[in-house]
């Protein structure tokens, strides 16, 4: 696993955010660790590229889901990462 001090890539941030599934803003941030800027930028990011479905509920008004799209990068993200992880 990597240290501590390692600093996440976008691609990291990316498939923790659409690890989530379905989720609000706040939990998104939380979760993903972003400030409410990087938060913005990542859904804008992910919901133009079709990765995620802007959902309009009740309360909390708004949620994210994952798509399909979204499902295969970030299968294809874990694929990545793991062929990364320098052995044992």
């Given at each position: 696993m990597l240290d501590e001090?390692?600093?996440r890539s976008r691609i990291e941030v990316i498939a923790d955010i659409l690890r989530l599934g379905e989720a609000g803003k706040t939990?998104?941030?939380?979760?993903?660790?972003?400030?409410?800027?990087q938060l913005e930028k990542y859904l804008r990011y992910l919901?133009?590229?079709?990765?995620?479905?802007?959902i309009v509920v009740p309360n909390?008004?708004?949620k994210f889901r994952i798509t399909r799209?979204?499902?295969k990068l970030l299968n294809n993200i874990?694929?990545?990462?793991d062929m990364l992880e320098p052995p044992e």
């Open positions: 001090n390692h600093k939990k998104i941030m939380f979760e993903a660790n972003l400030s409410y800027i919901t133009e590229g079709g990765f995620l479905l802007r909390p008004g708004v799209k979204g499902e874990d694929v990545v990462l």
